[in-house]
């Protein structure tokens, strides 16, 4: 800190350049306040506060600080009464009364923080642990009150509150995987029950494949014997047709024996009606009559040519 004399005193008043009278007038003024703020000086630089337990040092910072303030307010009351006389004197006045100033303010400020000096010690020690605090809580910070200050609660209440958000945090761990296990389960019942149905259909279609294969192959089965039969009885019909044929053979034989002279004239019939030019028939219902007449037709005309 500079060192300010009385010297500095007489030169704030001469560098206005007023009278030498008026210059020991206002240092006969202003010298109670300077000489007292310079014993103050004295004690309250001596004052060191290094811990939170220097109660008394403190206390005597602050008897020095509010001890300097007042001078520093007397001062300015007597700097406001003398400026009144004259612009010259007052600038004189704010001179002299700006060198006690300038030697109280930074004597104020060094006793401001010695007096404060726990009070800043307790707002380090509160800022440390409300990060301690933040960093210890902020796995579950969701279940903390917003408006807590973790720095000032105290511990009972900070441990209260951090149990309290443990709890609710596990609680509500706990709702989420009850939640997650009953999605999961749902899941797996939906899946086993698409599974089950997707073996139901496969079996439904492997036995409506295999009912589809018995009723095939039981068709198959009658249609074989079907044609068996048919075989059977085409084989019948042709054997009774022979036997048949080779009786109206004979009886044709006897017959034309016995009416060479109209089998003749049945002959000649029958070569007329062959003669005769069959129409064209169109339709499928008038083709199937037409082919039984002709059918009919051809059989008559055998009789009539035998």
């Known amino acids: 800190m500079e060192k300010i004399t009385i010297i500095d ?3 704030a008043a001469s560098a206005e350049k007023i009278a030498p009278e008026q210059i020991e007038s206002l240092q ?20 060191k506060v290094t811990n939170a337990g220097q109660k008394e040092a403190m206390n005597d910072a602050r008897t020095a600080r509010l ?21 010259r004197k007052g600038k004189a ?9 300038y030697l109280i303010e930074p004597i104020e400020k060094h ?28 796995p579950y910070w969701a279940f903390f009150p917003q408006t807590v200050d973790l720095g000032t609660i105290t511990d009972e209440v900070f441990a209260s509150l951090l149990n309290g958000a443990k709890l609710q945090k596990q609680a509500a761990d706990a709702e989420r995987k009850r939640q ?5 389960e749902k899941v797996r019942i939906e899946s086993e029950a698409r599974e089950a149905q997707r ?17 095939r192959k039981e068709r198959e089965a009658v249609e074989n014997e079907r044609r068996e039969a048919q075989a059977v009885l085409a084989k019948l019909k042709a054997v ?15 017959h034309e024996a016995a009416q060479a002279p109209d089998l003749e004239k049945m002959r000649a019939y029958a070569a007329k009606i062959r003669a005769i030019e069959m129409p064209d028939i169109l339709s499928k219902e008038s083709v199937a009559q037409f082919s039984a007449f002709k059918k009919f037709l051809e059989s008559a005309l055998e009789i009539l040519e035998r």
């Open 199 to 215: 073996l139901e259909n496969i079996r439904l279609k492997a036995e409506s494949e295999a009912q589809a294969e018995t009723m």
């Open 9 to 11: 005193l007489s030169k």
């Open 28 to 47: 006969s003024l202003f010298m109670p306040f300077f000489q007292k703020a310079s014993e103050w000086k004295q004690k309250a630089m001596a004052i």
């Open 111 to 138: 006793l401001r923080e010695q007096e404060d000096f726990a009070a800043r010690l307790e707002a380090k020690e509160r800022e440390e642990t409300r990060q301690l605090r933040e960093i210890e809580s902020d």
């Open 67 to 87: 001890a300097l303030k007042g001078i520093r307010v007397d001062t300015e009351k007597r700097r406001k009464e003398m400026k009144e006389d004259s612009l």
């Open 240 to 254: 009774e047709a022979a036997q048949r044929r080779e009786k109206e053979e004979a009886e044709r034989i006897a």
């Open 180 to 184: 997650e296990d009953e999605a999961a």
């Open 93 to 101: 006045i704010d001179g002299m009364a700006n060198v006690i100033f």
